[in-house]
Antibody, heavy 127, light 111 residues
């Protein structure tokens, strides 16, 4: 069974740092791109970051660019999100998700959708 | 403000059909056949319901269907059941710099 389990959330002061982890099992981790999506309290889903299967390509939403770093350790089947300079507006449940690439004519493989999601970990930024 | 526009709420009675729209632009929904839909029950993780605009993952009821016309994608749920009551989000690939954009979500109430 494919499973994703996030950890590392907690309470942190504004300006602080936190590292989230996502342990994957049940599939060949290195063969898949992965993503982080967050959901602020009472709000909708917001894509945060994505990384290729090899880890060689990374992508970020403008709202976190320069502050967050996505990475992965394929030997440990684990995805990470290093979050620095945290702000109150970063308060959210953070989900990791497995990405399926879809072949598009003329464009090649593109991030199609997220087929498996973890249960999420809560990050609260407050003094 | 979300990149994709969804109605905040829709409702229907058991057995009826409802449709949730998701309006984007020529840079996202209109450019790629990469719209996905996610169902989220309170306190739970999102669940993939439709991908590539109209395809259903294994295990998802055939009461759920998706379509797209121009810059607008739609999710239709037929034969509404109580367990369908949830929030629904559309999502579209939006290019290499923006990557993914979500709709603001639609709360479905089964009356």
């Amino acid at each position: 069974e494919v499973q994703l389990l996030e950890s590392g959330g907690g309470l942190v002061q504004p300006g602080g740092s936190l590292r989230l982890s996502c342990a994957a099992s049940g599939f060949t981790f290195s063969s898949y791109a992965m993503s982080w999506v967050r959901q602020a309290p009472g709000k909708g889903l917001e894509w945060v970051s994505a990384i290729s299967g090899s880890g060689g390509s990374t992508y970020y939403a403008d709202s976190v660019k320069g502050r967050f770093t996505i990475s992965r350790d394929n030997s440990k089947n684990t995805l990470y999100l290093q979050m620095n300079s945290l702000r109150a507006e970063d308060t959210a449940v953070y989900y990791c998700a497995k990405v399926i690439l879809v072949w598009q004519q003329l464009a090649g493989p593109l991030p199609g959708y997220m087929d498996v999601w973890g249960k999420g970990t809560t990050v609260t930024v407050s003094s | 403000q979300s990149a994709l526009t969804q109605p905040a709420s829709v409702s229907g009675s058991p057995g009826q059909s409802i449709t949730i729209s998701c309006t984007g632009t020529s840079s996202d929904v209109g450019s790629y056949n990469l719209v996905s839909w996610y169902q989220q029950h309170p306190g739970k993780a999102p669940k993939l319901m439709i991908y590539e605009g109209s395809k259903r993952p294994s295990g998802v009821s055939n009461r759920f269907s998706g379509s797209k016309s121009g810059n607008t994608a739609s999710l239709t749920i037929s034969g509404l059941q109580a367990e369908d009551e949830a929030d629904y989000y559309c999502c579209s690939y939006a290019g290499s710099s923006t990557h993914w954009v979500f709709g603001g979500g639609t709360k479905l109430t089964v009356l």
